[in-house]
């Protein structure tokens, strides 16, 4: 397999098991992603409802009355002011990302999640009741702070309590969570658009309380991770709770591997400065690839602007809100069945088959729109043509959704060594919002550019990213996460990065071998 080692983690099978424990705080830990879902599917809603936009945006408002008599589709919602509404939160939880990892290794993986939740809470009040504009940004600056906590921690803390044989499996717990927020907050909008009055956008935004609220016990109640713990000097507690999640009071063996990470992580003073040094060379390329790449893929487009889109492929108000609840309930349903498979089949195969499949979709997409609007952006879709068109979209969106949605998450999250983790984790956040809000805020100004060009454009780095994953990543499934070294040392290309003993310091027993 190219790009594949092969790693047989002889001599590291801790002792103990899965847990209900463990399984039940890192249920309530993923529930940091039901505010980061929620909120994608809300904004798309509320930005297609006739009463929002006369309020908020009345240029957009009037331009989508007039557009029956206009002659671009394309251009119905092009307004730099809609984008900044949505895009000014991943602004915000960018910034976010750089305290966020500050916060994480000095207090602890839930003092984040705390922050996070608490920040979301106060933006959705503020969204509940804006009044103006200006009010409707401030809310959605905050709604990003909580984000860029939640999102920088969570990942982190599921990968840290999980035990290895499993750990993909909880971690995806955090996209399933994303996803279920997003479909959540479409039947929602499906709900509130039919209100015709001032509440119905407001109930929208107001419930975002909601998850926010779960999000903050859930800081105030879990207990932090033994690699936290003992980061931090509290050793003993750190080894009760390792014996806590793993079920057993022989857990010696994981523990010093814990301890001995600690021990490197506190030699580094800068983990910012230590993570650009070469040993850390693959860590970091994938940290910013990963996230990148995941949002090239253009699934936000389709997160964030569905009923928008689906208003523009011609579907009326309530069938682009309905057609926006079914791509979202197949987003479910295919992290499930990553969450089945990704311990069983492992990173690549889930990450190369979604890529194709991703491609293909896309590129029938586009001819489609082709077809039916041209350049010029009049004309329509028939009823059956739209229909296939949802099909296309929702195979596109289940391809996400079993590999690049949760592997965007768990990879990052799994690979670094404790020294550089939370800095390699703030380092994927970064980027992943950096991506995300430069697309948020040019995706309809694309689209009136590009038009169905626009679908292409994003296949095109899918067929990037798929050769990226088939050549440079290795298999990391069920290799303990302070090991990790060892599987970069047995790649064929990452192996000349990584010194010998950094390799010896948690892996002295792994056995590695290349693979064909």
Same mark, same amino acid.
């Given at each position: 397999?190219?790009?594949?080692?092969?790693?047989?983690?002889?001599?590291?099978?801790?002792?103990?098991?899965?847990?209900?424990?463990?399984?039940?705080?890192?249920?309530?830990?993923?529930?940091? +992603?039901?505010?980061?879902?929620?909120?994608?599917?809300?904004?798309?809603?509320?930005?297609?409802?006739?009463?929002? #936009?006369?309020?908020?945006?009345?240029?957009?408002?009037?331009?989508?009355?007039?557009?029956?008599?206009?002659?671009?589709?394309?251009?119905?919602?092009?307004?730099?002011?809609?984008?900044?509404?949505?895009?000014?939160?991943?602004?915000?939880?960018?910034?976010?990302?750089?305290?966020?990892?500050?916060?994480?290794?000095?207090?602890?993986?839930?003092?984040?999640?705390?922050?996070?939740?608490?920040?979301?809470?106060?933006?959705?009040?503020?969204?509940?009741?804006?009044?103006? *504009?200006?009010?409707?940004?401030?809310?959605?600056?905050?709604? +990003?702070?909580?984000?860029?906590?939640?999102?920088?921690?969570?990942?982190?803390?599921?990968?840290?309590?999980?035990?290895?044989? *499993?750990?993909?499996?909880?971690?995806?717990?955090?996209?399933?969570?994303?996803?279920?927020?997003?479909?959540?907050?479409?039947?929602?909008?499906? +709900?509130?658009?039919?209100?015709?009055?001032?509440?119905?956008?407001?109930?929208?935004?107001?419930?975002?309380?909601?998850?926010?609220?779960?999000?903050?016990?859930?800081? #105030?109640?879990?207990?932090?991770?033994?690699?936290?713990?003992?980061?931090?000097?509290?050793?003993?507690?750190?080894?009760?709770?390792?014996?806590?999640?793993?079920?057993?009071?022989?857990?010696?063996?994981?523990?010093?591997?814990?301890?001995?990470?600690?021990?490197?992580?506190? !030699?580094?003073?800068?983990?910012?400065?230590? *993570?650009?040094?070469?040993?850390?060379?693959? !860590?970091?390329?994938?940290?910013?690839?990963?996230?990148?790449?995941?949002?090239?893929?253009?699934?936000?487009?389709?997160?964030?602007?569905?009923?928008?889109?689906?208003?523009?492929? +011609?579907?009326?108000?309530?069938?682009?809100?309905?057609?926006?609840?079914?791509?979202?309930?197949?987003?479910?349903?295919?992290?499930?069945?990553?969450?089945?498979?990704?311990?069983?089949?492992?990173?690549?195969?889930?990450?190369?088959?979604?890529? *194709?499949?991703?491609?293909?979709?896309?590129?029938?997409?586009?001819?489609?729109?082709?077809?039916?609007?041209?350049?010029?952006?009049?004309?329509?879709?028939?009823?059956?043509?739209?229909?296939?068109?949802?099909?296309?979209?929702?195979?596109?969106?289940?391809?996400?959704?079993?590999?690049?949605?949760?592997?965007?998450?768990?990879?990052?999250?799994?690979?670094?060594?404790?020294?550089?983790?939370?800095?390699?984790?703030?380092?994927?956040?970064?980027?992943?919002?950096?991506?995300?809000?430069?697309?948020?805020?040019?995706?309809?100004?694309?689209?009136?550019?590009?038009?169905?060009?626009?679908?292409?454009?994003?296949?095109?780095?899918?067929?990037?990213?798929?050769?990226?994953?088939?050549?440079? #990543?290795?298999?990391?499934?069920?290799?303990?996460?302070?090991?990790?070294?060892?599987?970069?040392?047995?790649?064929?290309?990452?192996? $000349?990065?990584?010194?010998?003993?950094?390799?010896?310091?948690?892996? $002295?027993?792994?056995?590695?071998?290349?693979?064909?």
């Amino acid at each position: 397999m190219a790009g594949g080692a092969v790693v047989q983690t002889g001599g590291r099978n801790y002792e103990g098991g899965v847990t209900l424990f463990v399984v039940f705080t890192c249920m309530v830990g993923a529930t940091g +992603g039901l505010i980061f879902g929620y909120d994608i599917g809300i904004s798309g809603g509320v930005t297609s409802m006739d009463i929002f #936009l006369k309020q908020f945006f009345p240029s957009v408002y009037r331009k989508e009355q007039a557009a029956s008599k206009h002659d671009n589709a394309y251009c119905k919602f092009d307004s730099h002011m809609l984008q900044l509404f949505t895009s000014s939160l991943y602004l915000a939880a960018l910034v976010a990302s750089f305290f966020a990892s500050a916060t994480t290794k000095t207090f602890g993986r839930k003092a984040s999640m705390f922050i996070g939740g608490v920040t979301f809470l106060i933006g959705s009040i503020l969204n509940a009741f804006a009044q103006n *504009i200006e009010m409707l940004i401030i809310g959605r600056v905050f709604l +990003g702070f909580g984000v860029g906590f939640c999102n920088q921690s969570v990942p982190v803390y599921l990968s840290e309590m999980a035990p290895a044989k *499993i750990r993909g499996a909880l971690n995806i717990g955090f996209q399933l969570a994303t996803t279920i927020g997003i479909v959540a907050a479409n039947l929602i909008n499906y +709900g509130t658009a039919k209100m015709n009055n001032d509440y119905g956008w407001r109930i929208s935004l107001g419930l975002a309380a909601v998850p926010a609220t779960m999000v903050t016990l859930g800081g #105030l109640f879990l207990p932090d991770s033994p690699n936290s713990l003992i980061d931090r000097g509290k050793r003993e507690e750190g080894r009760r709770m390792l014996q806590k999640i793993r079920g057993t009071d022989n857990v010696d063996e994981e523990f010093q591997d814990l301890v001995d990470a600690s021990e490197a992580s506190k !030699q580094v003073d800068n983990p910012w400065k230590n *993570i650009l040094e070469s040993k850390n060379r693959p !860590q970091l390329v994938f940290a910013i690839l990963i996230p990148s790449f995941q949002q090239l893929t253009g699934i936000n487009v389709i997160m964030f602007y569905a009923p928008v889109l689906f208003k523009t492929l +011609g579907f009326g108000a309530d069938a682009s809100l309905m057609s926006a609840v079914i791509t979202g309930v197949v987003n479910v349903l295919a992290t499930v069945v990553s969450i089945l498979t990704v311990d069983r089949l492992g990173r690549r195969i889930l990450f190369l088959e979604g890529g *194709i499949q991703m491609l293909i979709s896309q590129i029938l997409v586009a001819i489609f729109i082709a077809k039916a609007f041209g350049t010029t952006g009049s004309g329509g879709l028939s009823k059956g043509s739209a229909d296939f068109v949802l099909f296309l979209i929702c195979a596109y969106v289940a391809a996400f959704a079993w590999s690049w949605g949760p592997l965007g998450w768990l990879v990052p999250s799994e690979i670094f060594p404790l020294e550089t983790r939370s800095a390699g984790t703030a380092i994927n956040v970064i980027f992943n919002m950096t991506f995300t809000f430069i697309i948020g805020q040019c995706f309809l100004s694309m689209l009136c550019t590009m038009k169905f060009g626009l679908f292409l454009f994003f296949s095109g780095f899918v067929i990037v990213m798929t050769l990226f994953i088939y050549f440079f #990543l290795p298999e990391t499934k069920n290799v303990p996460i302070e090991e990790m070294n060892a599987v970069w040392k047995a790649h064929w290309f990452w192996g $000349k990065y990584i010194p010998d003993d950094a390799v010896g310091s948690y892996a $002295k027993n792994v056995q590695m071998a290349k693979a064909p």
